[in-house]
């Protein structure tokens, strides 16, 4: 009985977060349609309908063997009857909850739970049929699909967390090989879980990097890294340089560079300690009404104490003084003392009809005392 208290805790939390919109992760759109689905594309590789039919027919023939025998031995305390049991119980909580309540089915990762459930529910099947007929024996071999298939496509030679978030070294090798042609930072698109992977590979190689993941996939971009789960991402003039198989990571480069014209170019020293936001640049940018402009910002930074917190911010304004855009970068992913380092960053900044002006600050949230010298802010418009 103390068992159910979990659950229903669990259950009365994904209730509240459900009210106030904070289940962002899954839907409500059918439990075979998101649940089962979700596993079968990424433990089996396919979409196919047909695929979830059969795992859920499978997952009944197993539950009915093993309730059949549950019936005959009146074991009811079998391993194989909780588990089946527990398994159908989370199930038909998952419609209820999703039907009453709006309550997201679990989708990917955190569905783990039922492919664990019905791995092991149709174990438990297949141990009840060997004993009565032997040669039930051969079916145990779907059991060995799994770990085998794992054996032979092991990813051995990085950890993979999501897939964005494992990013080789050679990726960030061959990026630096690009910035070193174009003569300037390259814009780098990717999704979001690319960041600060990214920029802390970056680090570990001696290098510094960030990613333009604001309005990911749309913009103008130098080089994108995609996921092959991103299927549906406008790679037209783009040639794929590199590929990780195991996770599915491509780097994409521009077949012809992107050409880049200097509309303004400013100089800064900023010393501050006293405001958390620090504007070096506020002003209208040539040509950001027109299309994509490229902020290039850099200095060399002097902390007096310990490490800082950093954080570089680009913001849009309308004509009207309004924020219509922005995005920051982490500079604490370069290094976390400053003695005078560098650092060097481009942005991509969406157009925007309605742009007035662009804003660029250090957000300094800590208040500690910072010296940038040799700061420059310079924009480029694109030309494709």
Not at 142 to 152: K, S
Not at 171 to 190: N, Y
Request: charged share 20%.
């Amino acid at each position: 009985m103390f068992g159910l208290v979990p659950l229903l805790g669990a259950a009365g939390l994904a209730m509240l977060m459900s009210h106030f919109g904070l289940l962002y992760h899954g839907s409500t759109g059918g439990f075979v349609e998101v649940t089962v689905a979700s596993l079968v594309r990424f433990v089996l590789g396919t979409d196919e309908p047909a695929a979830s039919i059969i795992m859920v027919i499978m997952v009944m023939l197993a539950t009915v063997v093993i309730v059949r025998r549950t019936l005959l031995t009146r074991s009811w305390n079998s391993p194989g009857f909780i588990i089946a049991m527990l398994l159908w119980s989370e199930s038909v909580g998952r419609v209820i909850m999703a039907h009453v309540f709006e309550v997201n089915y679990a989708e990917d990762r955190t569905a783990l739970h039922t492919l664990l459930l019905f791995l092991l529910v149709l174990a438990f099947a297949l141990d009840r049929l060997v004993a009565r007929q032997p040669m039930a024996l051969v079916l145990c071999i779907l059991l060995c699909f799994l770990p085998t298939r794992a054996l032979f496509t092991a990813n051995k030679t990085h950890t993979l967390l999501w897939p964005e978030q494992s990013v080789p070294d050679r990726f960030v090798l061959r990026v630096q090989k690009l910035e070193q042609e174009l003569r300037r930072p390259v814009v780098l698109g990717a999704h979001r879980h690319v960041g600060l992977p990214w920029s802390l590979q970056s680090r570990m190689l001696g290098f510094e990097g960030d990613v333009n993941s604001h309005g990911w996939p749309l913009g103008l971009h130098d080089a994108r890294i995609v996921a092959d789960r991103f299927g549906d991402v406008d790679m037209a003039g783009y040639v794929v340089v590199d590929s990780v198989p195991s996770s599915g990571l491509r780097l994409f480069i521009r077949e012809q560079p992107l050409t880049t014209l200097v509309v303004a170019d400013t100089g800064f020293v900023l010393t501050t300690d006293t405001a958390t936001t620090n504007i070096v640049f506020s002003g209208p940018v040539p040509k950001l009404r027109d299309g994509d402009v490229f902020v290039e910002i850099g200095g060399a930074i002097e902390s007096e104490h310990g490490p800082v917190d950093l954080r570089l911010c680009t913001v849009v304004f309308d004509t009207l003084g309004r924020a219509v855009d922005g995005e920051l970068i982490f500079l604490s992913t370069r290094p976390a003392h400053w003695e005078g380092e560098t650092f060097h960053t481009t942005r991509l900044v969406r157009g925007r009809r309605d742009a007035g002006r662009v804003e660029v600050s250090l957000w300094n949230p800590h208040r500690s005392r910072v010296l940038i010298r040799e700061g420059f802010v310079r924009a480029y418009a694109v030309e494709q």
